[in-house]
């Protein structure tokens, strides 16, 4: 779900920034997001000569860069394909039902408006309180698949970022049991479209930046009152408390969503376990039993060497692997 960058105009224009500095910072920045999608594109064939992709577009931030980004690549890339930004007014109250359409006017993007009351229908199924948002998401890609099927769409693009990838494979993990995320690519619950997610690689703190820098006209998805879900909300916290301590860690975890070693897991429809043989030579990534910990071993024989105190000889220290 796309969230109001609320910070994200004052990190643009600071006053009393270097304007040059600022400037240069801003152009690194596009070029930093283009080349990802442009990789995420590449990796995951995203999108194809001839395609007309359907961007989803609510308004929020990553939806606008997301629009932004590809029309920007569309002009620049060696196979033709369309953009076509799609928006569902679902009739939230206080939605600004003018703000869209006057943008993709001004510039110049095929789009189509569309309008369906699910915001009614939400509110009489949930109870007072609870949160709606579950419902409301589902509904509003019932209406989504429905159009891109009636504007002939061969993609549907939604605005999902590595954050949201990182935040919804933990979220299966801890509350669903399973070792999955929204990927890149995927088709579509009912079978019919292929749903891509060209931001895969983009940090969200990236996407605030550029909203604010592009001054997107940003619409909340929270008009409605309803708050995200809890657990998607504690999740998202310990992520960023998590960067915040250990910087680099969700990249690591990001990386390791791209390097799944079967073997290693426990899933025997992934891997056939019973199969396991010796053989007559040594295995990359085969089991050490016990691994050697090179870290403790320089720490030792440096702790040696300054005390003279006898310790076993690096070769004899290992530790379980955990
Ligand atoms: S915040 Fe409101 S409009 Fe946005 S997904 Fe949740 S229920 Fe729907």
């Not at 619409?219 to 408390?241: A, K």
Request: charge should be positive.
């Amino acid at each position: 779900m796309d969230s109001a960058p609320h910070d994200a105009k004052a990190t643009a224009a600071s006053p009393g920034r270097d304007p040059r500095k600022a400037e240069f910072e801003a152009n690194k920045l596009k070029k930093r997001l283009r080349r990802q999608v442009g990789e995420a594109i590449g990796h995951f064939g995203l999108i194809e000569a001839g395609d007309r992709v359907m961007v989803c577009l609510s308004g929020g931030k990553d939806s606008y860069a997301l629009l932004d980004i590809l029309l920007s690549l569309k002009d620049r890339a060696p196979v033709g394909f369309e953009v076509i930004a799609v928006n569902l007014d679902q009739k939230q109250p206080g939605f600004p039902a003018d703000v869209l359409p006057r943008y993709l006017e001004a510039r110049g993007v095929p789009h189509r408006i569309v309008t369906q009351d699910t915001y009614s229908v939400v509110k009489r199924v949930i109870r007072d309180g609870a949160t709606m948002c579950s419902l409301c998401s589902r509904l509003r890609r019932g209406v989504l698949y429905r159009v891109a099927g009636e504007i002939g769409a061969t993609k549907i693009a939604l605005g999902h970022h590595r954050d949201d990838i990182l935040a919804t494979f933990f979220l299966n993990l801890f509350f669903g049991g399973k070792l999955k995320t929204m990927p890149p690519k995927l088709v579509s619950d009912d079978g019919k479209h292929i749903v891509i997610r060209p931001l895969a690689y983009v940090r969200e703190r990236d996407l605030a930046r550029y909203a604010g820098l592009m001054e997107f006209p940003i619409i909340p998805c929270n008009l409605c009152g309803s708050q995200e879900h809890l657990q998607r909300r504690q999740v998202t916290l310990m992520l960023r408390e998590w960067e915040k301590k250990y910087p680099g860690r969700m990249e690591s975890i990001f990386n390791a969503l791209a390097k799944v070693v079967p073997s290693h897991l426990m899933d025997r429809n992934l891997f056939d376990f019973a199969a396991v043989r010796t053989l007559p030579h040594a295995v990359d990534g085969g089991d050490l039993a016990f691994d050697v910990d090179s870290d403790l071993e320089r720490a030792v024989a440096s702790a040696q060497a300054h005390t003279g105190v006898d310790a076993p000889s690096p070769p004899h220290i290992a530790i379980r692997h955990r």
